[in-house]
């Protein structure tokens, strides 16, 4: 019996987990939900439900579908199929405040289409918080990308189970941590600021000081200049407080807060229905397409992290079997498809050392806020060359079986009368956090010592950030392979996540 209006006060946290379409026009079946019922007042942990669903066709549990989340079809064999519980679902949802990461794009859609399918008017929420836009506002990108796997990495609360239950206890766990650190950055404002805590392995950069210390340029932060292993800077990073004051730095979004103005509490729920409904972030094309990755570490070429959805390869491409290349479509926002490619099944970076810069910094083009949309170009190796063909072959291969008719560019750039000097262009996204542009890419500088310091950008100058990528400089490059077709112009993006600059 489903409760009265009047004591569905609390919030319920859902997930769901799904197989993975493989083919055009196949759509998402829920293998899994789960959720439960937290106090809003105490976040304490009312009430739960979960349960495998079993699919109409089990065969749409697919290998990649089975590396995302474990759920396998001799799993699901015997569970009820979603007609069976979509009374508990919509008992449990119905007329509640619902809550999840990335829920708008994805669960909410997920479930409405499961109770569409069966022919049942589907719940309605009262208010929705989706913890991706809230967190992204609220606490910006310190942690990477966003994703409940990364955000747990870094809070150190362990692996991400892709699990329905457990997914949904991890994403509370995430928001309790995250209003604690908002909670000590706005109880202290004059200790917890850009300007007043950064690491003092951080370098920043701007327009009017881009020069070495010496010069009264390039700062290092607190006047000590200090050089760091790659390693010792990615473990004082992953430090809340100390990531929080550089994140700051970053995205110039931390402000010299003045005392006498009221801050706003992070722990109060109420702010929470403000953000219902509400998808306050801004972002580039390029940013809409595939969100930013948390980078692997400078200290290692070759990383492997776990089976799902968001493992990512880092491999160079010397280490890289050509023929084990291919290409699969996975869901994307608002229930569209996109293409991702895969090395032996999984998604891959690449990471590239000594790359010369053939071209400089392009402004030729701007998005929709009239920024300019910064790409160079480099010289590709034959190793490099190989890898971008066979990427080449496979994604255009699987536009034109989806049915695209647009025309392929390849990523390979080999102009005539210079066949044998092939290049190709990487790309650097920007990103908007608190109305304040940043580049997405992590950029560092190499000294010819050795060591490593990180470029942060005051703000965004493209001309500064031409000064860096002149022809003939050696740059190391972790890149995406971000396919797109748009406006009937389809080809492969390379988007840098991590820049390593050599000095001469």
């Known amino acids: 019996m489903g409760s009265t209006a009047e004591d569905r006060s609390e919030i319920v946290f859902f997930d769901v987990e799904t197989s993975v379409p493989t083919r055009t026009g196949q759509g998402f079946a829920i293998l899994e939900f789960g959720a439960i019922l937290v106090c809003p007042k105490t976040l304490t942990e009312l009430r739960n439900y979960s349960t495998l669903i079993r699919p109409p066709v089990l065969s749409v549990i697919s290998p990649l579908s089975q590396r995302c989340n474990g759920i396998t079809a001799d799993a699901v064999a015997a569970a009820p199929t979603f007609a069976d519980i979509a009374h508990l679902v919509y008992d449990l949802l119905h007329g509640r405040i619902w809550a999840g990461h990335n829920i708008i794009r994805f669960d909410c859609v997920r479930i409405r289409d ?52 457990d997914d949904v206890r991890m994403n509370l766990e995430v928001l309790k941590y995250c209003a604690t650190v908002l909670f000590l950055e706005s109880s202290l404002p ?76 992070p722990f109060d729920f109420g702010t929470l229905e403000e953000e219902i409904n509400r998808e306050p972030i801004k972002s580039d ?75 400089g910094i392009s402004t030729k083009f701007f998005d929709n806020a009239g920024r300019p949309r910064l790409s160079f170009v480099v010289d590709s190796s034959p190793s490099l060359c190989n890898v971008l063909d066979a990427c080449d072959d496979v994604a255009k291969k699987l536009t034109v079986d989806s049915g695209s008719s647009s025309d392929w560019r390849p990523v390979v750039i080999r102009k005539e ?9 990487l790309h650097i996204p920007t990103a908007v956090v608190a109305d304040v542009a940043i580049y997405a890419t992590e950029i560092y500088q190499k000294e010819s010592s050795g060591a490593v310091q990180r470029l942060l950008f005051s703000k965004f100058d493209a001309a500064e950030l031409g000064s860096l990528f002149m022809p003939g400089t ?17 080809g492969i993006k390379l988007v840098a996540k991590k820049l390593i600059i050599h000095c001469k």
């Open 474 to 490: 050696f740059v190391d490059a972790f890149f995406t392979l971000d396919p797109y077709d748009y406006q009937q112009n389809a």
């Open 190 to 265: 004059d200790i917890f600021t850009a300007n007043s805590w950064v690491s003092p392995k951080t370098t920043t950069r701007s327009r009017s000081n881009g020069k070495s210390p010496s010069q009264g340029g390039l700062l290092n932060i607190n006047g000590v200049s200090v050089s760091s292993s790659p390693a010792v800077e990615s473990k004082d990073k992953s430090h809340p407080i100390i990531s929080l004051a550089m994140s700051g730095q970053e995205g110039d979004a931390l402000n010299n807060a003045d005392p006498n103005i009221v801050q706003s509490d």
């Open 285 to 359: 094309v390029s940013m809409v397409e595939k969100p930013m990755q948390e980078s692997p570490d400078l200290a290692s070429s070759s990383s492997v992290f776990q089976p799902c959805s968001s493992s990512i390869l880092v491999l160079e491409p010397d280490r890289i079997c050509v023929p084990s290349i291919d290409a699969s479509l996975v869901p994307s926002f608002q229930g569209s498809q996109r293409i991702e490619l895969l090395h032996e099944g999984f998604p891959f970076q690449l990471y590239c050392t000594d790359l010369i810069v053939r071209f």
């Open 114 to 165: 499961a109770f569409a399918e069966i022919n049942q008017p589907p719940p309605e929420p009262k208010g929705t918080i989706d913890s991706l836009v809230l967190l992204t506002q609220k606490f910006g990108r310190r942690a990477g990308d966003m994703k409940m796997a990364t955000l747990a990495t870094y809070f150190g609360l362990g692996r991400q189970t892709h699990r329905s239950l």
């Open 417 to 425: 009368g210079f066949f044998n000097y092939p290049t190709v262009r």
